[in-house]
């Protein structure tokens, strides 16, 4: 069973806070909208993201519905290509069909974009492509999320957001030489793979978010201000954009959920308290 | 920044139902009057590599005058407007006004040229 998927099947808004232009539009250098192109800079080498905008030859423009569930709950392109999992798919494949349906809508509602894509530039031995299979059977666990039946429904849909959409776990938990999330350490932030950023303790710590309310989280979500009056940035602040299209309830959820979560003493050795 | 920070901080409370409106408001009047001054902050030369531990200024600060300098503009008219909204007291008034300031300004801003003090 599907754990609480969208009501309102809004592409548009969970386009937003799965945060698919963060990765696929090179705003760094003011690149046209999905058309790709953007570095993520990682300890595996340089990733180009792809196009994903609705043109047929450089985009996705030709992919059918059963082509884009593929690809984001296994990682396979249509042509039968495992991608690396920069491409978060192992969060996007809790997400349910309709909603991965309905940011396909949504994509393809926008203009196409004729950019080709550009090769990864990856360190030995990471640009062995058929290494990906391997990394699937040890990290990927694929399908949509179950309910917990022990949980608020509030908490259920938080979990789904968290989890599936807004994938706030793949930054702000360590990884494992291969690439692989660091379960036990969930939330407990991390230096990100990506462009050197350091992602912060998540969880209830309290040198994380002890502090902070469940009001405090949810409001931060939506205009990016901490409890101190510090305001987000970096990629953050891209994340937000996000969550703040989400509604009012499903900030709460996400914050409900994140707050229920186990404290784990930061991965981070300078992080402070943040909620004073 | 701090005291930027500080009178939010303040602002937030009385939103929240946890301040009082005369701090709400003496923090409105604070960052209106101390918004301007935000761009003398930033001299030439005052970034993370040449002022490390000091200051978290991103070198694309410099490369950018143009897109700064109308991220300070949308910091003073929105501090501006803050301090009107919390002068006439309506709280979701001020809340919209304060969503707009943080994500115009401080997000917009925080966003692109806020890196680490460490210089990363």
């Known amino acids: 069973m599907i754990a609480t998927a969208t009501p309102a099947r809004d592409g548009a808004v969970l386009f937003a806070a799965a945060g698919c232009a963060n990765c696929h539009t090179d705003r760094p250098h003011h690149g046209a ?66 909603d991965i349906l309905a940011i396909k809508r949504y994509i393809f509602s926008v203009p196409a974009q004729r950019q080709p894509d550009r090769e990864h530039e990856l360190r030995f031995p990471y640009r062995i492509r058929a290494g990906i299979k391997v990394w699937k059977i040890l990290y990927l666990r694929e399908g949509t999320l179950d309910a917990d039946p022990d949980e608020s429904k509030e908490w259920n849909r938080g979990a789904y957001l968290v989890r599936a959409v807004v994938h706030c776990g793949e930054c702000h938990t360590p990884r494992d030489w291969l690439g692989g999330i660091e379960t036990a350490r969930r939330f407990a932030g991390a230096n990100a793979a990506v462009d050197g950023m350091k992602a912060p303790d998540i969880t209830p710590d309290p040198r994380a978010l002890g502090r902070w309310s469940v009001d405090d989280l949810a409001s931060y979500l939506d205009d990016g201000l901490t409890p101190s009056g510090d305001s987000a940035g970096g990629a953050m602040a891209e994340v937000i954009r996000g969550t703040s299209a989400l509604s009012a309830g499903d900030r709460r959820a996400i914050a409900v959920y994140m707050k229920a979560q186990t404290p784990i003493p930061p991965t981070l050795s300078h992080e402070v308290a943040k909620g004073d | ?66 897109d700064f300098q109308q991220l ?22 001020i809340r919209d006004s304060m969503r707009s300031l943080a994500k115009n300004a401080c997000g917009a801003c925080h966003e692109n040229y806020r890196g680490r003090k460490d210089g990363d």
């Not at chain 1, 196009?51 to 990682?75: E, K, Q, T, V, Y």
């Not at chain 2, 300070?72 to 008034?93: H, I, N, P, S, W």
């Open chain 2, 1 to 66: 920044m701090d005291r930027l920070g500080d009178d939010i901080k303040a602002i937030k409370l009385y939103v929240a139902g946890q301040g009082a409106r005369e701090a709400a408001a003496a923090a409105a009047k604070d960052l209106e009057t101390t918004a301007p001054l935000v761009p003398g902050l930033f001299p030439p030369g005052s970034d993370s590599k040449a002022l490390p531990g000091k200051s978290a200024a991103k070198p694309e600060i410099w490369d950018n005058p143009d």
């Open chain 1, 33 to 98: 909208p999905l058309a790709g192109g953007r570095a993520l800079v990682t300890v595996f080498g340089t990733f180009f993201t792809p196009n994903i905008s609705p043109d047929p030859d450089f985009g996705i423009g030709r992919w059918s519905d059963g082509d884009f569930i593929r690809a984001l709950r296994r990682g396979i392109s249509p042509a039968g290509r495992d991608y690396y999992p920069s491409f978060p798919y192992p969060a996007f494949t809790e997400m349910s069909d309709d």
């Open chain 2, 72 to 93: 300070e503009q949308a910091l003073t008219t929105g501090a501006a407007d803050l301090r009107k909204t919390v002068d006439a007291g309506d709280v979701a008034t």
